[in-house]
């Protein structure tokens, strides 16, 4: 019950927006995906999912620039930083604010606990496909969805359990036995509970020095992801003086083609552990990172939280429980070539303040002009 677990889809919408659309394709999309209208009530000490109609609609706000109580930024910023209510609320909800008739912010949160990285893809890209179609008085033409979320997590528990839990647990006790965190030189002594409180660099890498790294990767036979973590393993080793080298990233744990256009909390998070001989070449280490990935994905399945429970890993308020230090590549969007007729569509970028989770964060966003990379720090 805290917003740093909300995912804010924040966009500035140029043009002559229908509104109308605008809602009837929200609403659309609460009837096409069961997780969009559906609340967690708990009973007895167990949580289960409550789907409500297909009626229900879609949560959205609409405001005049008239009737703001502050500032744009702060108007928004409340709105993402407000907390989901479980047992009465569905846990998405849209703001839009008109600044003129032909300036409009949409402001649309979703709770981690529905919703991933992939799934804000989905959605975008359905969002602007209900629009563009409304906007005709055509009905959309999306994929028919063969199962949805509530489908798979009753499939997962079912699954893994028995020799498959046990084989993939197997794996990691052994693979992270003994590890080590990584300490990183830091600026302050380590607060005793984490803050959250947090700050946000950028840098961008030209398609041509991207093209570069792509050929480095080409010629080793990894993919980019498995190049750039190499890359910033052997960074980390260098700054912490350690060769024993940790760090999370999320998977999409999306096995089968029919989980594609579903959209829930499906991403889990791989710990991956890597030797780093500071004497040896960067091919070398590309090549450890290669199979420590590759062993990792093979054992991608079991939830996070379980492989904490299961190493026995003792809780420290100060730090996030196996590593510190997350990476994340967004490949190319089929995102990026999407859009609402007649509007130009851009993120709305406020002032809106940085929580972040671990003690570094890197996302390195792969676009048709280069790599976006942005570093959170706590």
Not at 100 to 117: C, M, R, T
Not at 185 to 195: G, H, L
Not at 256 to 285: E, P, Q, W
Not at 314 to 322: A, C, E, M, Q, V
């Amino acid at each position: 019950n805290t917003s740093l677990y909300h995912i804010p889809m924040n966009l500035r919408l140029s043009g002559d927006l229908d509104v109308v659309a605008l809602r009837a394709s929200l609403d659309y999309l609460v009837v096409r995906h069961e997780i969009l209208r559906s609340r967690l009530k708990s009973n007895s000490g167990f949580s289960y999912q409550e789907i409500l109609s297909p009626e229900t609609g879609f949560n959205l706000i609409k405001l005049s620039s008239t009737e703001l109580t502050s500032d744009v930024d702060s108007v928004v910023e409340q709105f993402v930083s407000r907390s989901f209510n479980f047992e009465s609320d569905t846990l998405c909800r849209g703001l839009l604010i008109e600044l003129s008739p032909q300036e409009h912010i949409l402001s649309i949160v979703f709770h981690h606990v529905i919703s991933d990285g992939w799934s804000m893809d989905i959605f975008y890209r359905e969002l602007c496909t209900c629009y563009n179609s409304f906007t005709l008085s055509l009905s959309p033409e999306l994929t028919e969805l063969s199962v949805q979320y509530v489908d798979f997590s009753v499939w997962q528990r079912s699954w893994l359990q028995g020799e498959v839990l046990r084989r993939q647990l197997d794996y990691w006790l052994s693979r992270l036995s003994g590890y080590s965190y990584l300490n990183l030189p830091t600026d302050m002594p380590r607060p005793a509970e984490q803050s959250y409180l947090g700050g946000r660099v950028s840098q961008f890498l030209s398609l041509s020095t991207s093209s570069e790294l792509n050929e480095l990767c080409r010629n080793r036979s990894v993919t980019l992801f498995m190049g750039l973590l190499a890359i910033l393993k052997g960074l980390l080793s260098r700054y912490a003086n350690q060769d024993d080298v940790t760090l999370g990233t999320p998977i999409a744990n999306r096995r089968h083609s029919c989980l594609d256009n579903v959209i829930g909390f499906f991403v889990n998070t791989l710990v991956l552990r890597t030797h780093v001989d500071r004497h040896s070449s960067i091919s070398d280490l590309i090549g450890e990172v290669e199979k420590t990935t590759l062993d990792a994905y093979e054992h991608q399945d079991i939830p996070f939280e379980q492989l904490v429970e299961h190493l026995n890993v003792s809780r420290d308020l100060g730090r996030h429980p196996l590593f510190q230090v997350m990476f994340v590549l967004h490949s190319l969007s089929s995102s990026e070539d999407v859009y609402f007729s007649g509007i130009n569509s851009s993120l709305y970028t406020s002032n809106l303040s940085i929580s972040s989770k671990f003690d570094l964060t890197f996302n390195v966003e792969e676009l048709s002009t280069g790599l976006s990379i942005s570093i959170d720090y706590a």
